[in-house]
């Protein structure tokens, strides 16, 4: 059984992947706030297994070596796909939310693991709990996840899936202080519902944003659309984060 796990944490990061959610900036931000959150003695043993490999490449890391068409049926790895008037069921079928809870169960049980494998899971996690973070990562298998859907991004061609992964991020130049400033409007109750450390949560959370991602007018993503959801956007990136620093705190704090 552990050779099946460590055979599939090894392929989830070598072999090059195709979906991507927030890109680079995003990935980056999540992480920076993740950190921000944590004692040293946890990112001292983050960095550990990371071996000094920087929070915002490792995060990357599985974006970053996407260049494959080869690898095509990686790509549900990315993302979980449920019909519109549908609820999540488990079944056997690999996607987001397997790989989180595979790759967490060998952070939890790490000691079973070499180093190497440590390392991977934890790039893993860094990158597909942003992924899952992405309403439409949790969308609907009808239009492939917004992939299908065509729209105008400010008068260019893009598709719905593109807009929410990087276009409205690069048009509003999201940087970490304006997610970070988010934090201090939560309350704490808002905190605790945001670090539940359970994926299939955060499909739930995710998918519930879905009316608002669909809501345009015509096909057009104008200005009106961008401003009313950069604020979804900024919020999500920020679940993201806490939810790593929870998760990181769960695992490696007690050491």
């Known amino acids: 059984m552990r050779k099946i796990i460590a055979i599939c944490v090894i392929l989830s990061y070598c072999i090059p992947l195709q979906i991507k959610a927030w890109g680079i900036q995003g ?11 944590l004692d040293k003695s946890v990112t001292d043993m983050v960095d550990y297994y990371l071996k000094g490999m920087a929070w915002e490449e490792s995060a990357c890391c599985m974006d970053e070596t996407s260049k494959n068409k080869n690898n095509d049926y990686i790509k549900p790895w990315h ?3 449920i019909a519109k ?11 987001i939310i397997s790989q989180l809870e595979l790759n967490l169960n060998v952070l939890k049980n790490r000691s079973l693991y070499p180093i190497e494998f ?42 719905l899936h593109k807009v929410w992964d990087s276009d409205i991020l690069q048009e509003k130049n999201i940087d970490l202080w ?31 944003l879905l009316p608002m991602v669909y809501d345009i007018k015509g096909g057009v993503i104008d200005k009106a659309y961008i401003d009313k959801n950069i604020i979804i956007i900024e919020k999500q990136l920020v679940k993201s984060g806490l939810r790593l620093a929870e998760l990181l705190n769960q695992t490696f704090a007690s050491q």
């Not at 990935?27 to 959150?37: C, E, F, G, N, P």
């Not at 899952?132 to 260019?156: A, R, T, W």
Request: aromatic share 8%.
């Open 79 to 81: 993302y979980v796909s």
């Open 85 to 95: 008037d549908k609820t999540y069921v488990k079944t056997k079928e690999i996607n």
């Open 118 to 159: 440590i390392g991977e899971s934890l790039k893993i996690v860094f990158h597909l709990i942003g992924d899952i973070s992405q309403p439409l990562h949790c969308g609907y298998p009808e239009d492939k996840c917004g992939n299908m859907v065509q729209v105008k991004f400010l008068n260019k061609t893009s598709n």
């Open 27 to 37: 990935h980056k931000i999540i992480v920076q706030i993740a950190k921000s959150k």
């Open 178 to 208: 304006s997610c970070a400033k988010l934090i201090m409007s939560f309350s704490q109750t808002e905190m605790n519902e945001i670090e539940k450390t359970d994926p299939t949560l955060w499909t739930l959370d995710s998918r519930s």
